[in-house]
């Protein structure tokens, strides 16, 4: 039998011995606790008194330092986010408190009653509105070479690799025209804070009497000074899990009205919030189906495959409503092998 080597591991409990006793931690006890896209790793301890949650962020491909700013941020506006105890940015590790074991896609595996679904939703967007009153002067801008260059792993990963489809050049300029279309409509939004993923995943199921107020933020480290509408299409249009579009609506029309009670720059009628807040999930959605195909194409992240028809899915719902994103449907079609349908007007 082989036994994996894991130096991040034994460097892991190395570091937390010289804190064993301070927090009265129980080395053997630590555990995988979940793990992410990137190469952040996360652990549970158990203590005397209940459990942390430990870091693990190899500096030589993760800084811990925009973690630490972006949570002292949050924690400062009342939200509920891991609170730093220890910190080692030499080695890349932290202790954190623990905001419990489920998220809220954890607790959307299991049957759940509507009325507790829009309670922790409503929940949720009241936490966003909060979020985007941060103060993100100091943050990267989302700006429009930033947009237009993730939009490249689309053509990328999914078309060409994914699909192994190589367009013609009418294809990349009707492409490349969409492309410029969404970035000029998306970079004249308002900027706020942006989590950049706030859906289910990033989201811990907490309870007030044991983890503070619900939801719990996380994953936030990549956050940035970006349009308005970025983080609603994250929660309504999830990546994980399938929102019919009246659900969608609802929770958007709640949003905007949240936003408006709190003086946030959404604009004053809901119709041109929902244009903004369809360009934006256009935008982001192209963008990840060619993270999903990257990640399971070259990182064999297979299970990112599982998520792709509802990206694709939402890409459509938004690209068949507007006649300037009629040749991305046309593209999709392509791909996906369905029948263009003749249309006659007289």
Request: charged share 25%; glycine share 2%; hydrophobic share 40%.
């Amino acid at each position: 039998m082989t036994t994996l080597i894991d130096p991040r591991l034994d460097l892991l409990k190395s570091w937390l011995s010289t804190l064993s006793e301070k927090y009265h931690l129980h080395i053997d006890s630590l555990c995988p606790a979940s793990s992410d896209a990137s190469f952040r790793r996360y652990f549970r301890i158990d203590t005397d008194t209940g459990t942390l949650i430990i870091m693990d962020a190899p500096p030589v491909h993760e800084d811990c330092k925009p973690f630490i700013q972006i949570a002292n941020k949050l924690s400062a506006i009342g939200l509920n986010c891991p609170k730093i105890l220890e910190q080692n940015l030499t080695d890349g590790i932290l202790i954190l408190n623990d905001l419990g074991n489920q998220t809220y896609y954890q607790r959307l595996q299991s049957p759940i009653e509507d009325k507790e679904l829009q309670t922790i939703y409503r929940d949720a967007i009241a936490a966003m509105v909060t979020m985007q009153k941060v103060d993100a002067s100091d943050l990267p801008a989302y700006d429009a070479e930033r947009l237009m260059t993730e939009l490249t792993v689309f053509p990328e990963w999914y078309i060409n690799h994914y699909h192994q489809m190589t367009l013609s050049d009418d294809e990349k300029n009707q492409l490349a025209s969409i492309f410029n279309l969404l970035v000029e409509h998306n970079t004249k939004q308002a900027k706020v804070f942006v989590h950049r993923d706030y859906h289910s995943p990033n989201l811990m199921l907490c309870d007030p009497n044991l983890h503070g107020t619900n939801p719990g933020i996380i994953d936030f480290q990549d956050a940035l000074l970006g349009p308005i509408s970025y983080d609603v299409v994250s929660l309504v249009m999830d990546a994980r899990t399938t929102w019919e579009e009246p659900q969608q609506l609802d929770w958007a029309i709640r949003y905007w009205e949240m936003a408006k009670a709190q003086e946030l720059p959404v604009p004053a009628d809901f119709a041109d919030f929902h244009v903004d807040y369809e360009f934006m999930g256009l935008q982001r959605n192209l963008r990840i189906l060619g993270v999903f195909a990257r990640l399971a194409l070259r990182d064999n992240k297979k299970h990112y495959l599982n998520h792709m028809p509802r990206m694709n899915t939402y890409v459509r719902q938004v690209a068949n409503r507007y006649n300037s994103f009629k040749p991305l449907v046309r593209l999709l079609d392509k791909l996906d092998n369905v029948e263009t349908k003749v249309g006659y007007t007289f």
